[in-house]
Nanobody
Framework: VELVESGGGLVQAGGSLRLSCAASGRTFSSYAMGWFRQAPGKEREFVAQISGSGGRTSYTDSVKGRFTISRDNAKNTVFLQMNSLKPEDTAVYSC???????????????????WGQGTQVTVSS
């Protein structure tokens, strides 16, 4: 499974960015996809995930109402729309693919085993 992120960059607080992650290597729609982030000196944390069908999503509390995860199974791509960005959102954002079949369900974040290289998001105050 290969995952390639794009769309990171530098933005002012209150601004927006849209991250994309293109996947290849297996049947994309059969697996949940997630976004994680890691800030300097901190552990990697879960941000959002979406089931293979796109029908179920979940978010960490700090991004609820600001971030939206979506997917286009015809294009093997998952997105993270980030609005009302805050300086504390600054991190390397990585997309991840679930280890097991998850068309209808979402998983514990520990069930993600395939990772992209990450894209830097920097939010200035």
């Amino acid at each position: 499974v290969e995952l390639v992120e794009s769309g990171g960059g530098l933005v002012q607080a209150g601004g927006s960015l849209r991250l994309s992650c293109a996947a290849s290597g297996r049947t994309f729609s059969s697996y949940a996809m997630g976004w994680f982030r890691q800030a300097p000196g901190k552990e990697r944390e879960f941000v959002a995930q979406i089931s293979g069908s796109g029908g179920r999503t979940s978010y960490t509390d700090s991004v609820k109402g600001r971030f939206t995860i979506s997917r286009d199974n015809a294009k093997n791509t998952v997105f993270l729309q980030m609005n009302s960005l805050k300086p504390e959102d600054t991190a390397v954002y990585s997309c991840a693919a679930a280890n097991s079949y998850s068309y209808y369900i979402i998983l514990s974040p520990s069930n993600y085993g395939y990772w992209g290289q990450g894209t830097q998001v920097t939010v200035s105050s």
